[in-house]
């Protein structure tokens, strides 16, 4: 089946504290990896995907197919990080549709 | 440049009523989908396009239809409203490339049934 697990709901932080937001998934064939991002009242964006390689607001994430994780990542939280956090997948070949995990809340505390 | 819209922002309806949530986008994408949002749940598909004329169903289709007549507008009508169709609603389109993957999102429609 596939499937996006995001195993924290809530995940609690002070400012300047590393986060990793774990993100584990199942997918039969090659899958695309993102991580979508929520502020507060603002709509649902991008943040990053696994095939650009590249660093967004100080946050990584890496694929890694043998753990099937995509676990998000920040060496020193911002407040201004703190929404909801969504990892996702695709079919590398069929964008058409995406499959989310229930998401995780980051709040960062000063 | 608008990106996504979706009309209403907030609706109520009664059980057993109809409506359409509209969306619509001005980036000539190809791809657009309906999702629903509830606590806990994260986002679950409900239907779909490739482009105009091409519709399917997601993993949440019952109680929902789609057309898509042009490539602008991706219509998700409620044929008779049920208290478990209390959700928000998202509206998403992308361009459909595989060099080009992102998603764009409406703002939301946040639906009650009573």
């Known amino acids: 089946a596939q499937r996006v697990t995001q195993p924290e709901k809530l995940l609690s932080v002070f400012k300047g504290a590393p986060v990793e937001l774990k993100c584990n998934y199942s997918?039969?064939?090659?899958?695309?990896l993102f991580w979508y991002v929520q502020y507060s009242r603002q709509r649902l964006q991008l943040l990053l995907r696994?095939?650009s390689r590249e660093s967004i607001k100080g946050f990584t994430a890496d694929l890694n197919k043998g753990e099937t994780s995509f676990h998000l990542k920040k060496p020193f939280a911002q407040e201004e990080d703190s929404a909801m956090y969504y990892c996702?997948?695709?079919?590398?070949?069929?964008?058409?549709?995406?499959?989310f995990g229930t998401g995780t809340r980051l709040q960062v505390f000063p | 440049n608008a990106g996504v819209t979706q009309t209403p922002k907030f609706q109520v309806l009664k059980t057993g009523q109809s409506m359409t949530l509209q969306c619509a986008q001005d980036?000539?994408?190809?791809?657009m989908s309906w999702y629903r949002q509830d606590p806990g749940m994260g986002l679950r598909l409900i239907h779909y396009?490739?482009?105009?004329?091409?519709?399917d169903q997601g993993e949440v289709p019952n109680g929902y239809n789609v057309s898509r007549s042009t490539t602008e507008d991706f219509p998700l009508r409620l044929l008779s409203a049920a208290p478990s169709q209390t959700s928000v609603y998202f509206c998403?389109?992308?361009?459909?490339?595989?060099?080009?993957?992102?998603?764009?999102f409406g703002q939301g429609t946040r639906l009650t049934v009573v």
């Open positions: 396009s490739v482009g105009a004329g091409i519709t």
């Open positions: 980036m000539n994408h190809e791809y």
């Open positions: 997918y039969s064939g090659s899958p695309e």
């Open positions: 998403a389109s992308s361009p459909g490339t595989r060099s080009n993957t992102e998603a764009f």
């Open positions: 996702a997948l695709s079919s590398s070949y069929n964008t058409d549709k995406l499959i």
């Open positions: 696994h095939i």
